[in-house]
């Protein structure tokens, strides 16, 4: 138990009772009356310097500073000392030791009273694009025509597509299945048209409203994260229920499927269309150079013996084989076309569907105990200190 510090006047009485010193004396050492002594031992009158002076000069084995009280000081010359340190947590182990199970106690309680998340996994892998190849030589036939055609193979960047509005409100809007057994939305899930109802007026929720908030507040349920070296993608989700957690990353996954394997068909049916009506100007083209080499053999029966007929005969022949070779490997680009839009190879691939989770990703109780432990045994150690 620390002792309690005595004044300077309680230590001039003690000094003077165990050295058997009358008031008298004392009071004629210092220069000062019996009652000013009587007044300094009690605390009622501050003692002068001077005086003071006097009575150590007179009674030199007197100390001001009560040595009893002196103790070992932790830091000395901005160094600590480790053993004294030591020392005083020692002492105060019990309090130390109680104070962190108390912080670890509360701190696990605590999370009781947070609301439980369970996190699914959805595995996203794009596979490689071959069927493009075969689409080369239409595109080095349109680039010879002078035609610039839109590049087929398409780049993706599928976080921004599962980050998408599109995906977000369609799965706002989506009616899902919980573990209570209900179909609800989760505009009604998380009470968004309790939270965005006006209370003064009583009126109903808008639900433009309280779906823009849902959207919202969908984009912190979801998270991807993207291997640059393999390409595989993963989307997590986390919400309160374990089967709408994994259901909405299942629905994630198969609408970014969707959709990219829709822009591929709209641009395999762009690219028909483009050969489809180039195949038709080609085809009249080929058909009047035809009837031009047609009638000009009908009204110049002896060309071959004419050079100016001959040579004229000639380029009306090489035009029509140019247009009918054009015509031909359009013909095959068509064909070619018709059967990359009807396989329709997708080119992301899920790799594996989430299920629910049997366990809470938040809060963790291990994670809480640890955590609060280390913040109680911090402020018992830093309380300890600082009271010594």
């Known amino acids: 138990m620390a002792t309690k510090s005595i004044s300077l006047g309680q230590k001039i009485k003690r000094y003077r009772l165990m050295n058997d010193i009358r008031q008298e004396d004392m009071a004629e050492k210092m220069g000062v009356s019996r009652a000013t002594l009587i007044n300094y031992e009690k605390g009622h009158t501050a003692i002068n310097i001077d005086v003071l002076n006097r009575l150590k000069d007179s009674f030199p084995d007197f100390d001001e500073v009560d040595k009893s009280s002196l103790k070992p000081q932790i830091i000395i010359d901005n160094s600590i000392d480790f053993i004294v340190l030591f020392s005083v947590l020692r002492k105060a182990k019990k309090s130390i030791v109680v104070i962190t199970l108390a912080f670890a106690f509360f701190g696990t309680a605590s999370s009781y009273l947070l609301n439980p998340y369970y996190s699914s996994e959805i595995s996203l892998y794009p596979a490689k694009n071959d069927g493009m190849q075969s689409l080369s030589q239409f595109q080095s036939l349109a680039a010879n025509l002078g035609i610039n055609s839109t590049n087929a193979d398409q780049n993706f960047n599928i976080p921004d597509v599962v980050r998408s509005r599109l995906i977000a409100e369609k799965a706002v809007k989506e009616k899902w299945e919980i573990s209570e057994g209900k179909i609800i939305d989760l505009v009604s899930f998380w009470k968004m048209n309790a939270n965005t109802s006006n209370v003064f007026l009583k ?39 374990p089967i ?14 969707l959709y990219i394997q829709k822009e591929n068909s709209a641009q395999s049916t762009k690219e028909k269309l483009f050969i489809s009506e180039r195949l038709a100007i080609v085809k009249k083209e080929l058909e009047k150079a035809e009837f031009d080499l047609k009638e000009f053999k009908e009204r110049n029966l002896g060309y071959e013996d004419s050079p100016e007929l001959f040579m004229f005969f000639s380029q009306l022949f090489r035009e029509v084989e140019a247009k009918k070779q054009v015509y031909l490997t359009l013909q095959q680009e068509l064909e070619l076309a018709r059967i990359e839009e009807v396989k329709r190879s997708p080119i992301l691939h899920i790799l594996d569907y989430a299920v629910p989770s049997v366990e809470r990703a938040f809060p963790k109780r291990k994670i809480f105990l640890i955590f609060s432990a280390m913040i109680g045994l911090v402020f018992a150690l830093l309380r300890t200190v600082f009271r010594y």
């Open 244 to 257: 709408l957690s994994a259901n909405v990353a299942n629905f994630i996954g198969e609408q970014v499927e």
């Open 203 to 241: 009126k109903k929720a808008d639900s433009t409203l309280a779906i823009e908030e849902s959207i919202k507040k969908f984009s912190t349920h979801v998270n991807i994260s993207e291997d640059r070296l393999s390409g595989l993608i993963k989307i997590t989700t986390s919400f309160q229920d």
